[in-house]
Nanobody, 122 residues
């Protein structure tokens, strides 16, 4: 299983920007989807953004137009550019990969990083 490590979290004012990074210890080229999740205190973990191996992306309605997910397979990196941040974006953000694409299908991996805290406050 790949090791994932997030970085880039911190304290930012409302309206500000942060870029989160996720470094993978193994190749992510064959990973079906690299994802960003977040979990705020007292709330369930929610899917924020998805970057599929075919280049498509999708986002939670709450972050559409503000967040951009990208993946650099050569560098084994995934990023989440967060703009126009709101206090409601405050959460621990987690990097995740779902499965490895094979001829037979997609082999589950379900790997998680340790999380990085984003705090949006004045």
């Amino acid at each position: 299983q790949a090791q994932l490590r997030e970085s880039g979290g911190g304290l930012v004012q409302p309206g500000g920007s942060l870029r989160l990074s996720c470094a993978a210890s193994r190749s992510i080229s064959s990973i079906n989807a690299m994802d960003w999740y977040r979990q705020a205190p007292g709330k369930q973990r929610e899917l924020v953004a998805v970057a599929r191996s075919d280049g498509t992306t999708r986002y939670a309605d709450s972050v559409k137009g503000r967040f951009t997910i990208s993946r650099d397979n050569a560098k084994k990196m995934v990023y989440l550019q967060m703009n126009s941040l709101k206090p409601e974006d405050t959460a621990v953000y987690y990097c995740h990969q779902d499965c490895v694409i094979t001829i037979e299908g997609c082999n589950p991996v379900d790997a998680w990083g340790q999380g990085t805290l984003v705090t949006v406050s004045s």
